[in-house]
């Protein structure tokens, strides 16, 4: 680090009926996700030390067949590869295609893909940022950002055992600390390449709570999509019982690397140990290492990363494709549209439902009250996702469902 609704959903009997939830500035409770939950239930707060000690130097590790210790990742010492080869190597061991993608004359960045079933040219971008503070010998950054590096692994190895509607990319960035170039350099690439990145959570200094009052922050500013993401980050709190008081920074700091993508109009958030008034005493010091640790703190900031992450994901069965949303109950159809899109429910013909359609950060489109089964005309709309809630009016019904408009 650099100093400078959901809606609520209900799974109606069905059998191949994709429900999507969408997270959109709302005040209704947030559902919890079966997978979501079982996949926090795998968070192991031994793999997020042993990964965090790994790459700040406390044991010898082997890196392409090589046992080293890294005892610093600052950008002018040898090890700073070997953590980026080190990443790249877990990533790899959990079955995800990863890439070294290089920038500047030295830089790295460590990269791994889980491609989504539904939506795989939309992204969820979870990072962190390897290299580290101070330079020398001996940086063992532990905290700074070997913490978030840590979380990234770990939700790669959680995550990729799951199957979600986006895909999600890993990265872990090179030289955040000489002015965020590592994650700039990404964000500047997915710009110009007009990436659809639906979501960036930024995890840098996540393990160190002086005071024991369990507080973290999430910074972001009005950016693209950003304010929901952090409605989205504050409601897993309660969704998940996570173990954390949460405080939100907005206008939100850019000393870290969801700045990157703020500057290219992406949205982002950051997820941090409380900096600003309980910052780590062995920020940038030869000190900053892992018996310092809160470590309980430690693994909730964790889970409540994945949990944020893995939402707006959106976890499905790997048995559906979206041309298959539809049930004996449920037909919405057609999915994929070029124009009409109708909806209709068996059981329930001729009850009242309101219904709206909002576009991909929850702005409202079009709303009406009709009787079931009734169609929405997609034809004006361009090309992309977009979110239909139906709620009965006169009957028990509550689903937001993913509407694709070629």
């Given at each position: 680090m650099?100093?400078?609704?959901?809606e609520?959903y209900?799974?109606?009997?069905?059998?191949?009926?994709?429900?999507i939830?969408?997270?959109?500035?709302?005040?209704?409770?947030?559902?919890?996700d079966?997978?979501?939950?079982?996949?926090?239930?795998?968070?192991?707060?031994?793999?997020?030390?042993?990964?965090?000690?790994?790459?700040?130097g406390?044991?010898?590790v082997t890196?392409?067949?090589?046992?080293?210790?890294?005892?610093?990742r600052?950008?002018?010492?040898?090890?700073?590869a070997?953590?980026a080869?080190?990443v790249?190597?877990?990533?790899e061991?959990?079955?995800?295609?990863?890439?070294?993608?290089?920038?500047?004359?030295?830089?790295?960045?460590?990269v791994?893909?889980?491609?989504?079933?539904?939506?795989?040219?939309?992204?969820?971008?979870?990072?962190?940022?390897?290299?580290?503070?101070?330079t020398g010998?001996v940086?063992?950054?532990?905290?700074?950002?070997?913490?978030?590096?840590?979380?990234?692994?770990?939700?790669?190895?959680i995550?990729?055992?799951?199957?979600?509607?986006?895909t999600i990319?890993?990265?872990?960035?090179d030289e955040?600390?000489?002015?965020?170039?590592g994650s700039?350099?990404?964000?500047t690439?997915?710009?110009?390449n007009?990436?659809?990145?639906i979501a960036?959570?930024?995890?840098d200094?996540?393990?160190y709570?002086g005071n024991?009052?369990?507080?973290?922050r999430v910074?972001?500013?009005?950016?693209?999509?950003?304010?929901n993401?952090?409605?989205?980050?504050?409601?897993m709190?309660?969704?998940?019982?996570?173990?954390?008081n949460?405080?939100?920074?907005n206008?939100?700091?850019?000393y870290?690397d969801?700045?990157?993508?703020?500057n290219?109009?992406?949205s982002?958030?950051l997820?941090?140990?409380?900096?600003?008034?309980?910052?780590n005493?062995?920020?940038h010091?030869?000190?900053?290492?892992?018996?310092?640790?809160?470590?309980?703190?430690?693994g909730?900031?964790?889970k409540w990363?994945f949990?944020?992450?893995a939402?707006?994901?959106?976890?499905?069965?790997?048995?559906?494709?979206v041309s298959?949303?539809?049930?004996?109950?449920?037909r919405?159809y057609?999915?994929?549209?070029?124009?009409?899109?109708?909806?209709?429910l068996?059981?329930?013909?001729?009850?009242?439902?309101?219904w709206r359609?909002?576009?991909a950060?929850?702005?409202?489109?079009?709303q009406d009250r009709?009787?079931?089964?009734?169609s929405v005309?997609?034809?004006?709309?361009?090309?992309?996702?977009?979110?239909?809630?139906?709620?009965?009016?006169?009957?028990?019904?509550?689903?937001s469902?993913?509407?694709?408009?070629?």
């Open positions: 650099r100093h400078s609704s959901l609520a209900i799974r109606l009997p069905m059998k191949r009926l994709l429900f939830f969408l997270s959109i500035s709302s005040f209704r409770l947030f559902a919890q079966p997978q979501v939950q079982q996949l926090l239930t795998d968070v192991s707060i031994d793999s997020l030390i042993y990964y965090s000690s790994a790459i700040s406390e044991f010898p890196v392409e067949g090589n046992t080293v210790t890294i005892a610093s600052n950008r002018n010492n040898a090890g700073n070997l953590a080869r080190y790249k190597e877990r990533f061991s959990f079955g995800l295609t990863t890439t070294l993608e290089t920038f500047g004359s030295t830089g790295e960045n460590v791994a893909v889980q491609p989504g079933l539904i939506f795989p040219n939309q992204k969820v971008v979870v990072c962190g940022h390897y290299d580290s503070m101070p010998s940086s063992p950054a532990a905290d700074d950002d070997g913490s978030g590096t840590a979380a990234v692994v770990e939700a790669a190895r995550m990729s055992e799951y199957s979600f509607a986006y990319v890993y990265a872990v960035w955040e600390e000489y002015g965020l170039v700039n350099a990404y964000a690439l997915a710009e110009n007009s990436d659809s990145i960036v959570i930024n995890i200094a996540i393990a709570d024991g009052d369990d507080l973290a910074h972001v500013r009005p950016i693209a999509n950003s304010v993401l952090a409605t989205v980050a504050q409601n709190i309660s969704t998940y019982g996570i173990n954390l949460i405080e939100l920074n206008p939100g700091a850019t870290s969801h700045a990157s993508f703020w290219h109009g992406f982002a958030i997820l941090i140990e409380d900096f600003d008034n309980d910052g005493p062995h920020y010091t030869t000190t900053d290492r892992v018996e310092f640790f809160d470590t309980t703190y430690y909730e900031i964790a990363a949990a944020t992450a939402t707006m994901a959106v976890p499905v069965d790997p048995s559906v494709s298959e949303l539809s049930s004996e109950e449920w919405i057609p999915n994929p549209t070029n124009g009409m899109v109708t909806v209709s068996s059981e329930k013909v001729g009850h009242l439902v309101d359609v909002m576009d950060t929850g702005r409202l489109l079009l009709s009787s079931l089964p009734f005309d997609m034809a004006p709309m361009d090309g992309g996702t977009y979110w239909l809630e139906v709620i009965g009016v006169d009957t028990d019904i509550d689903v469902q993913a509407v694709i408009k070629n």
